[in-house]
């Protein structure tokens, strides 16, 4: 999925990885877009992801940001896309990540839905799915 994502994104676009825990997208978006940036809560994930990119490439231009996705740091616009892998509380944020983007990718768990494709299976009954949202100007 990451693959795809990284795929699907052109060159010289402006990213936003709200959630990106230890950066695993982040650096895969930053070796093709040049540069990303970010952001998680959890500041010993955003501590891993820094000493990631260090040792995967002295080039790689990856702004890291300790923010709470509800309050974002940006302003209004400032990126061509969000990516929220939040698959737990994902709708919460989804306003917040639109305010700041013009097109958000979102992950949800849970059971399949419409408007929302199943990117995997998680167990029996439940699913991750993703979703991309143009947002509103």
């Excluded at 231009?61 to 209004?76: E, G, I, K, T, Y």
């Excluded at 979102?106 to 991750?128: A, T």
Aim: net charge neutral; hydrophobic share 45%.
């Amino acid at each position: 999925e990451r693959l795809k994502i990284v795929d699907s994104i052109p060159q010289g676009s402006r990213v936003l990885d709200a959630f990106t825990g230890y950066g695993a997208l982040a650096l895969q978006l930053a070796r093709k877009l040049g540069y990303v940036v970010a952001g998680d809560l959890n500041l010993d994930g955003l501590m891993m992801a820094s000493k990631s990119a260090k040792l995967n490439s002295s080039k790689l231009v990856l702004d890291l940001v300790h923010f709470d996705a509800h309050n974002l740091p940006f302003r209004d616009k400032a990126f061509d896309l969000a990516i929220g892998d939040n698959p737990t509380m994902i709708d919460e944020f989804v306003d917040e990540l639109c305010r700041v983007s013009r097109s958000v990718i979102l992950y949800k768990l849970g059971r399949i839905q419409e408007g929302w494709e199943k990117v995997n299976d998680y167990s029996k009954d439940l699913v991750i799915m993703k979703r991309v949202l143009r947002c509103d100007e």
